[in-house]
Structures are given as structure tokens and as C-alpha cells.
């Protein structure tokens, strides 16, 4: 690839697997994208750091959680920082 293609590629606006945000190649660095690394889950913490107090009718699945950082709220911004995943790549 010529290095007029190459940079032309780089300023191409893209979108992030992980973040969903559009971001551009050129810009992207190891902060560029702020996600969670695993997924929002509904049971226990099993890990007994955090503890979800559970009225005593709540099924035992009424702990909804990010398993990577115990966030209790979906909306939560991400606890890991790194390069923005393009579905391109």
C-alpha cells in the first residue's frame, strides 16, 4: 500500500468493538477506550470482597454485576483502558 493510501486508511473514522464509539487510527492510544472486559451478569458475588444484600423474598439472581469490577450498574463506565478494536481489524 502506497503512503498516501496508508495515511488516508488511518484518518478513516472506524467504530469500536468494545466501546462502540467511532474513533480514528491515527488518535488511537493505550487510554483511547474505556471498557469492561467481561460481562454484566445476574447471580451471587461469589468472590465475597463485595457483598449484594438480597431482600429475603429476592431470587438469588437479583445481584446484577460486571464480573470484571463488581459495578452494579449496566451503565457504569468501564474499569480497563486500552486501544480502541476496530470491527475492521
Do not use: W
Amino acid at each position: 500500500m502506497e503512503k498516501r493510501e496508508k495515511d488516508m486508511e488511518d484518518e478513516k473514522e472506524r467504530v469500536c468493538k468494545r466501546c462502540k464509539k467511532p474513533f480514528i487510527a491515527s488518535l488511537n492510544d493505550s487510554n483511547s477506550c474505556r471498557f469492561h472486559p467481561s460481562f454484566f451478569v445476574c447471580r451471587r458475588h461469589d468472590d465475597q470482597k463485595r457483598y449484594y444484600e438480597l431482600g429475603p423474598d429476592d431470587p438469588p439472581y437479583a445481584a446484577k454485576f460486571y464480573d470484571c469490577c463488581g459495578a452494579e450498574d449496566p451503565n457504569a463506565p468501564g474499569c480497563s483502558t486500552n486501544t480502541h478494536v476496530s470491527y475492521d481489524d
